[in-house]
């Protein structure tokens, strides 16, 4: 007895594994959903962890210097930071640029949040961020409450609640 294989079929089964497998092992990222940990290094080389602002609300800005939208923000950025800066922290994700040329950015606009980078890119798969800028906002116990492409219109709202 000869038995045919289709390849379209083995394709099709091999595919279908492939995407089984992928959704077991990534996280959802959604609205009232824990925001899943990661350690990145800072500016000054220091090790960054979600954990380590526990107690804080956060905005988790996934970014690049050569993106005119992400520039935009910076300001709005800087003011958010200087409006709440003991109850928000503001933790910049920078992906797969060059710590000098991020530094130079950090200079040019005057940041006064934390930077931090994504130098393989982990985090941004992590939270599945496709294009830049990118908005993550938690509560105080770490619970996404907002997602977006740029802070929200009414964002001083949003943290006034969240810092409470």
Known sequence: MIIKIKPKKILFSIVLVMLSIAAVYSEEIEVN???PEFNLMDLEGNNVSLKDYSGKAIALFFWATWCPYCQKETPRLIK?????PDKLEILAINYKESIDRVKNFALKYGT???IILDNKGEVFRLYNIIGVPGVIILDRKGFIQFIGSE???D???????LSM
């Open 33 to 35: 959903a824990k925001a």
């Open 80 to 84: 958010l930071k200087q409006e709440f």
């Open 112 to 114: 006064n949040y934390k």
């Open 151 to 153: 802070l929200p219109k």
């Open 155 to 161: 964002y001083k709202e949003i943290f006034k609640k």
